[in-house]
């Protein structure tokens, strides 16, 4: 599966942008206004892909 | 040696690695060509000489380079007339030892080694995209290697320095410093190429000494003169009466007349604007990591900075040693440097080689990873995360457990972290210590603490950081040191959740700093499940924390703490209840289905 467009949220500040995600290649997150990594991809964004 | 070649794979680990080497078909035979140079002279096909910047042409058989090693020509197939048909053959018809052979082939060699060192150097920068600088619109603008072909008494101008317009010799020439390096803008790359600053004064002191009277100008933002007898050159090259200026150009532009080249540039000594009419210029292009790096960094499983450069496994205690076992580095592709330092490190790199080699056995550390084979359901998923490639799964038919190559596990931990059957051991972090820890940590004032898993090598040494810089931050964290985070199981998270913790952090190595190649990547998909997990629970998400804190981010681990001392207070009791009651059911509801399960077995 290729990189695609994603929605990404910062769990502590709440700020929602979009990046690009490959579930192959899993790069660093930052969220560009807290500059947190707790960047969650939103649950619809990953079904399917738990354990 | 074999020059000429390339390595397609490398496989194994310390002590065991199989190399195959492609040796490239030179369509010369080494052995027997002298080098007498009759073949090129009859060759009809003339291209731009790579080595010499294109600054002259080579022909189709040639010799690379004049040190080259076999001295021996090659036929570029590319370039040459003669092959499949044959439609020129001069170089064959003239050789006297009949060296030339139009059907060579490449040929596969497979070599058994004991240790692998990378020295596999780096690539200069292309400096077109700072367009102000005219590279490609100004004939007399060239770069710093462009620089070193003309002044080379090898070189095309058998080191009569020319500028390209009219192949006059320029009497007032300037060099700008820094072009790709310590750049902030996108263009470029943010660090310091290391060798740039002494190139030019060398360069400027080849030119007073070939030409003396030249006018050389250096435009710098600092020059770093640092190693021995740097001070002394720089010192040299002034009292020559090169002028250093401190500020980069802007904007360059040429006299349609005289193709001179104005330069507009900021003194930031003075403070004023001035401009500068140069016959010549030549960018001091900074270093790159080799454009094929990533090939190399994949054959021996090696981890890179965010520079792109080769990690070594620790910047002071093993500055030659690569994360794997086995692989050593030296020279550029680990980081810029010069030759003494290249020669240095490499030297350093063949002593370190040669301790292993010669004591014909190694001694690993006791943090690996073992398996318990009456739990493993042969799912394979431990092969996939290793990132060093220790575990060899068979088929999952074959059912058999998979193999850990001890020589060759680094410990990250990863592998037991993503068995779902805990199969796998880590030993000296087994899930048995880490719960124990979880559990002292949560034994008293459980709503009180932030229970943090740190990474050994980063996020731990970050506390420490902020610890030994005297940085204030609230005594709410309790760390629970792994090796990497990736050993961080979802079931210690759970566990903590489920004995009261109003929140957990995990904490690791930045990407390009993780010491265990790729296994924080493991971190993070496992993090995108856990709070999926939580989320379906009814538990907030964001009681959950992931923060990659490199070892010199104490500043970060302390802003971290303060803005976590909130969240925690944040948390109430009746939040704290519901989750460990919703957790404890998740738990008795997974029971239930396992002995379904193995009833229906």
């Known amino acids: 599966m290729a990189a695609k467009e994603t929605k990404f949220k910062c769990l502590n500040c709440g700020h929602e942008y979009n990046g690009m995600y490959d579930p192959k290649n899993v790069t660093e997150r930052t969220c560009p206004h807290c500059r947190s990594n707790s960047v969650r991809r939103p649950q619809d964004a990953s079904a399917g892909e738990e354990k | ?601």
Not at chain 2, 209 to 218: F, L, Q, R, T
Not at chain 2, 291 to 311: C, P, W, Y
Not at chain 2, 359 to 384: H, L, V, W, Y
Not at chain 2, 466 to 485: D, E, N
């Open chain 2, 1 to 601: 040696m074999m020059t000429y070649s390339e390595v397609e794979s490398i496989a194994g680990f310390v002590g065991n690695f199989h190399a195959t080497i492609r040796k490239k078909a030179r369509y010369v035979n080494p052995k027997e060509c002298t080098a007498c140079a009759e073949c090129t002279k009859v060759c009809p096909v003339a291209v731009p000489d790579e080595y010499q910047q294109g600054f002259s042409s080579r022909k189709a058989i040639y010799m690379p380079f004049p040190q080259a090693v076999p001295s021996s020509y090659v036929i570029n197939m590319d370039n040459c007339l003669g092959n499949n048909p044959l439609a020129c053959g001069k170089c064959a018809d003239v050789c006297e030892k009949h060296c030339i052979n139009y059907d060579d082939q490449d040929e596969l060699v497979n070599i058994e080694a004991g240790i692998v060192i990378a020295a596999t150097g780096m690539d200069v920068y292309d400096p077109t995209e700072y367009d102000e600088y005219g590279y490609t619109r100004f004939d007399n603008v060239i770069t710093s290697m462009e620089f070193e072909r003309l002044i080379c008494a090898g070189g095309p101008t058998a080191g009569h320095f020319i500028r390209p317009s009219d192949r006059s010799t320029p009497k007032t020439i300037g060099f700008i410093q820094c072009v790709g390096s310590r750049s902030r803008d996108g263009r470029g790359n943010p660090y310091c190429s290391n060798i740039c600053c002494m190139n030019t004064i060398k360069d400027t002191l080849l030119l007073c000494d070939h030409y003396p009277g030249i006018e050389a100008s250096v435009f710098y933002m600092d020059m770093r003169a640092f190693g021995k007898g740097f001070e002394d050159l720089y010192m040299r090259s002034k009292e020559e009466g090169v002028k250093y200026i401190r500020g980069i150009p802007g904007e360059i532009v040429e006299d349609p007349t005289t193709r001179n080249l104005i330069l507009t540039v900021e003194n930031t000594t003075t403070g004023k604007r001035e401009e500068h009419e140069l016959e010549m210029l030549v960018l001091a292009q900074g270093v790159i990591p080799r454009r094929d790096s990533d090939q190399v960094r994949k054959l021996l499983t090696l981890s890179t900075t965010s520079d792109g450069f080769v990690m070594e496994s620790h910047p002071k205690l093993k500055p030659v040693d690569a994360p794997t076992k086995g692989v050593f580095i030296a020279g550029c592709v680990e980081s810029p440097k010069d030759v003494k330092d290249s020669v240095t490190q490499a030297g350093a790199a063949a002593a370190r080689a040669s301790i292993l080699l010669n004591a014909g056995k190694t001694k690993i550390e006791a943090i690996t990873s073992g398996i318990n084979a009456e739990r493993c359901n042969f799912c394979g998923i431990c092969a996939q995360v290793c990132p060093y490639h220790a575990i060899i799964a068979p088929d999952r038919k074959a059912k058999r457990a998979p193999v850990i190559i001890q020589a060759a596990c680094a410990g990250c931990g990863a592998c037991a972290a993503e068995c779902a059957q805990d199969a796998i051991i880590m030993r000296h972090f087994r899930d048995e210590q880490i719960m124990a820890q979880i559990e002292a940590i949560l034994e008293r004032d459980p709503h009180k603490h932030l229970v943090t898993f740190a990474c050994n090598w980063c996020s731990y040494a970050g506390g420490d950081n902020a610890g030994t810089a005297r940085l204030q931050y609230p005594p709410i964290c309790r760390l629970i040191r792994t090796m990497c985070s990736g050993r961080v199981d979802e079931k210690f998270v759970i566990h903590a959740f489920r004995l009261g913790a109003p929140m957990v952090l995990v904490s690791g190595c930045h990407f390009s700093d993780c010491h265990y190649i790729s296994a924080v990547q493991w971190t993070q998909k496992r993090m995108d499940r856990l709070w999926n997990k939580l989320e379906k629970l009814g538990i907030r998400p964001d009681r959950l924390r992931l923060e990659w804190i490199s070892a010199a981010e104490g500043q970060k681990f302390a802003r971290v703490m303060r803005e976590l001392e909130s969240a925690v207070k944040a948390v109430t009791t009746e939040e704290i209840e519901f989750t460990m009651k919703a957790l404890a059911e998740e738990e008795i509801r997974r029971e239930e289905k396992l002995a379904k399960r193995t009833v229906g077995v």
